[in-house]
């Protein structure tokens, strides 16, 4: 593992009381997917449980991790940088932002284009209410990479060198969480203080998921914000479904605890707090693009033929001109439909899915061309397992 230079201070994910009494969410009408577990490393499996001291900007504190495949994984998705012997030490706050709130990334060339643009409608998201700006790497030292993978991690705030970001299969909402680790945030019911707000029931916790409701000596700026977007979900770690984490009072009308809608005002003001940044105001539009580029396009304003989509329209370029097409007219929704052509209507269940696909039980499932395909591994004796090449399939 190459050597990276810090662990980030904790913060939680609201800094002004004023601005965020119990995070207003800004984005959200529908907020019904915070059911069921959130973003993991490595889903479903069990790693080696340890326990490292690290120091934290309130002084060493013990921390119970998983180990797989030689990675420090902590409460399911943050990835904690292991030194050896022990963990590195934290630098001071300032060490792990990004300089001047620019974060260069780059995409794996194997990740797919499903995958790119839930992660850029990520960046974008945060772009827009931090001004936080992700740039195209070209050859800056430090930097995030998303790299594809079944999980979704991040390490917490800049690290020095590459760093690596799993957001690959966690939608536009588990990149945006991923990407608030990797700004600086941790998780919001690990603050000190949780227990005043929420009640963790512990007999309804896996034995497995025991060690990642521990509370984390870090500094604790703020209120408690129930909507912020780093916040677990109710029935987090749950073995019996019923709720992990309940509020100890009532929450404010739209705030959802664990929503991955967008970041909460909590979320915002911490961020915009940290890297000295003022919110961009809506009526100047939003902040610079993730990966500006010059407009050769007029009309199009940059879009090319292979296009992008607008909810269920796929919009796209056409000699100058921007052409659309409302893809519900099909009964299809807009998604990736191939390489050559770009974004199209395509079957309502590859929206979500590219080629590399996914694994639903012991069944590949896959997309070719905006067509659905699926393989029953388990008839042919294989089981479903990503492969390097061929994405999701039986093997
Ligand atoms: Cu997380």
Known sequence: MQSRGFLAVLLSGCTFAWACAD???LDGADLTEQEGEGERAFPGMVGDLERAVIEGPGGPMEVEYEAFEGRAIFEGDIELNVGEPTLRSLGSKKEMLWKDGIVPY??????????????????????????IRFVARTDE????????????DSLVGRQGGRQI???AYCKAGGAMHE????????????RPDRDEYVEIHRGRISPRGRHNFNKVNG????????????HYRP??????????????????????????KAPSSGDIATILALYDLTAPSPDQGPGPNPDPKPNPNGECGGLDYKGRCADSVVEWCESGKLKRYECAKLGKGCGWFNDREGFDCVDKRCVDLNYTGRCS?????????????????AAAGKSCVLTESDGYYCE
């Open 141 to 152: 030292r430090d930097y995030v990479e998303f790299v594809t993978g079944k999980g979704c």
């Open 165 to 167: 970001i799993h957001a």
């Open 361 to 377: 039980g012991a069944t590949a499932e896959w997309c070719k061309d905006g067509v659905f395909k699926r393989k029953d591994c």
């Open 179 to 190: 990407i608030g680790h990797a700004l600086g945030l941790w998780h919001e019911q690990s």
């Open 219 to 230: 500094l604790v700026v703020g209120a408690y914000d129930y909507g912020s977007i780093m």
């Open 23 to 25: 995070g207003e969410i």
């Open 106 to 131: 780059a995409f794996h060339k194997k990740l797919g284009q499903s995958s790119r643009r839930d992660i850029t409608t990520a960046m974008e998201t945060w772009n827009r209410l931090t001004g």
């Open 235 to 260: 029935n987090e770690w749950s073995w019996t479904g019923r709720p992990t984490i309940t509020p100890r009072r009532p929450l404010s009308p739209g705030v959802v605890m664990g929503q991955r």
